[in-house]
């Protein structure tokens, strides 16, 4: 089936500029999560949907960054007024939530560029 | 805070060596070890451990984890180029909400001809 899905899978955009970067998580998978990579660092954590809890945003950098995830499926992660440092590979993942066991399954992320 | 290091940063082999990969680990509320690969972008998931002791294996990937000294290796035998790439070891803690995998920084492998 359908795996996970992003885009758009490359953004160049201008500093101060406001950009969305868009997730489809695989249906029927009630968790999703977003993460960025930068170049040769780790993956960092920024939020966590949960079916219809309050969303876990305690990895936001700053706020500017927010997301949303509407009617429990596609969600969107926007960065206002974009910084240089904003650059990095943005990963959404999504799994099933079940007790003991979460494993998450990746979209190809979207390399964002600001200059 | 949850945290996961992992050991080696790099590391440079030739075609058919064998090679381990360590991660350590400390998290509230263990609740499982992921090892994802990741060549392009996005990771692809390799083996989830949830039991110490229990080897995980496919192919000439194996994997195991000692919940006890909060570790897990990960072994590939007779190394191949195409095994080139970052691994990564994620651990999920059970977050008051929900939970969240932490990841370590990786190991980049590169296997050389």
């Given at each position: 089936g359908a795996g996970v899905s992003q885009s758009p899978s490359n953004k160049v955009t201008e500093k101060g500029k406001d950009v969305e970067l868009r997730c489809d998580p695989i249906s029927g998978h009630t968790a999703l999560y977003w993460y960025r990579q930068s170049l040769g660092q780790g993956l960092e954590f920024l939020i966590y949907f949960q079916g219809n809890s309050a969303p876990d945003k305690s990895g936001l950098p700053s706020d500017r960054f927010s997301a949303e995830r509407t009617g429990g499926s596609v969600s969107t992660l926007t960065i206002q007024r974009t910084q240089q440092e904003d650059s990095a590979v943005y990963l959404c993942a999504s799994s099933f939530q079940r007790v003991g066991a979460n494993t998450q399954y990746f979209g190809p992320g979207t390399r964002l560029t600001v200059l | 805070e949850d945290k996961v290091v992992q050991s080696p940063l790099s590391l440079v082999v030739h075609e058919g060596d064998t090679v381990t990969l360590n991660c350590s680990y400390e998290v509230t509320n263990f609740r499982s070890l992921l090892w994802y690969k990741q060549e392009k972008k996005a990771p692809t998931f390799l083996f989830m451990l949830t039991s110490s002791g229990i080897e995980k294996k496919s192919g000439r990937l194996s994997s195991i984890l000692d919940k006890k000294e909060l570790f897990s290796i990960l072994n590939i035998t007779a190394?191949?180029?195409?095994?080139s790439a970052v691994y990564l070891c994620a651990v999920e803690g059970r977050e008051t909400s929900g939970s969240r995998l932490t990841f370590g920084e990786g190991t980049q492998l590169t296997v050389n001809p």
């Open positions: - | 190394t191949q180029t195409g095994d």
